[in-house]
């Protein structure tokens, strides 16, 4: 049993920068893709970015792109995004998971293991 905990959210100024982590503890980690999905205050929950187990292939939302920066630590099974020029709209509920397989993918249904989540507020 995979267990993900997330880290790092908090409040920022617009065009500031966050790093968050992602720890996973127990079972398998680092053969699987990875993924950071966020979830706005009566949105639905979204894709953001995930990698292979080797950051071969990564995908990012179109809205992050250029932004934030998905990557991984193995050995230390951990899972890091660093955002940077944050903007109100990605005020969010930040959110890691495993993925069922080893692709990027970026539907949610694909994923089987999902952290609680960490808060990130940007002000303008």
């Known amino acids: 049993q995979v267990q993900l905990v997330e880290s790092g959210g908090g409040l920022v100024q617009a065009g500031g920068s966050l790093r968050l982590s992602c720890a996973a503890v127990?079972?398998?980690?680092?053969?699987?893709?990875l993924g950071w999905f966020r979830q706005a205050p009566g949105k639905e929950r979204e894709f953001v970015a995930a990698?292979?187990?080797?950051?071969?292939?990564?995908n990012y939302a179109d809205s992050v792109k250029g932004r934030f920066t998905i990557s991984r630590d193995n050995a230390k099974n951990m899972l890091y995004l660093q955002m940077s020029s944050l903007k109100p709209e990605d005020t969010a509920v930040y959110s890691c998971?495993?993925?069922?397989?080893?692709?990027?993918?970026?539907?949610?249904?694909?994923?089987?293991?999902w952290g609680q989540g960490t808060a990130v507020t940007v002000s303008s």
């Open positions: 990698s292979t187990w080797d950051e071969s292939s990564t």
């Open positions: 998971a495993r993925a069922r397989g080893l692709r990027p993918v970026v539907i949610t249904s694909l994923y089987d293991y």
């Open positions: 127990g079972g398998t980690f680092s053969t699987y893709a």
